[in-house]
């Protein structure tokens, strides 16, 4: 059965503290991994990692894919009180059909 | 570009009776799409896939009868949720993925479902 797993489930930091975010999976037909943040609605895009090794950078955020030992990390360095959401790691693999299989969340919360 | 609506944002029920939520992708033909359920404090779980004039692919422990997905247009796809009850209640996310850019897929706003 395909999953994916994020840790921690939860963390509380203070402002400019640097937090990683950790993502493994197990499926069968991996096509992509990408992350996503969620705050009141819907996710919001992150990064989408398809080869290993190659870093992705928006701003603060940085994340990386391995594909041999099957994980991702998200890096949020100097963090803002506006980086509390909950962090959402999901796999597209191919079963007949593309889908996406969520992980379990990280929810973060930064205090001022 | 590439921006997915839903409908209602937000519905109260009578358990017993049925609710219709429509996704609409507004600015791109949508070749697939999924619709998610999401419970407090929990991630998103894959309800079904729906591609554009064929039967949606329900995922495991999914009841096709009680969750109807019809996937009329490139543009709109619509869950009902049939004869709804208590457990029923949630966040019900739809996202698109696009013929033109079908590695990513865009997120709806989400309906909340609350069933009395």
């Known amino acids: 059965e395909d999953k994916v797993v994020q840790s921690p489930l939860s963390l509380v930091v203070h402002e400019g503290d640097t937090v990683t975010l950790n993502c493994s999976y197990e499926?069968?037909?991996?096509?992509?991994l990408l992350w996503y943040k969620q705050e009141k609605k819907a996710p919001t895009f992150l990064f989408m990692l398809?080869?290993?090794?190659i870093e992705k950078k928006s701003g603060r955020l940085s994340s990386i894919l391995d594909k041999k030992e099957l994980f991702s990390i998200l890096n949020i360095t100097a963090t803002q009180t506006g980086d509390s959401a909950i962090y959402l790691c999901?796999?597209?693999?191919?079963?007949?059909?593309?889908?996406?299989?969520f992980g379990t969340g990280t929810r973060l919360k930064v205090l001022a | 570009g590439a921006v997915v609506s839903q409908h209602p944002s937000r519905v109260i029920c009578k358990s017993g009776t049925s609710v219709k939520i429509e996704c609409r992708s507004l600015?791109?033909?949508?070749?697939?799409m999924f619709w998610y359920r999401q419970f407090p404090k929990q991630s998103l779980m894959l309800m079904a896939t729906s591609n554009e004039g064929s039967k949606a692919t329900y995922e495991q422990g999914v009841e096709k009868d009680k969750f109807l997905i019809n996937h009329a247009s490139l543009t709109l796809s619509t869950l009902t949720v049939t004869s709804a009850h208590p457990e029923d209640s949630s966040f019900y996310i739809c996202?698109?993925?696009?013929?033109?850019?079908?590695?990513?897929?865009?997120f709806g706003p989400g309906t909340r479902l609350t069933v009395l």
């Open positions: 996202s698109a993925k696009s013929r033109d850019r079908d590695r990513e897929q865009f």
């Open positions: 999901a796999v597209e693999a191919y079963g007949g059909t593309y889908k996406y299989i």
């Open positions: 600015d791109f033909q949508a070749t697939t």
């Open positions: 499926v069968t037909n991996f096509r992509s």
């Open positions: 398809t080869s290993s090794g």
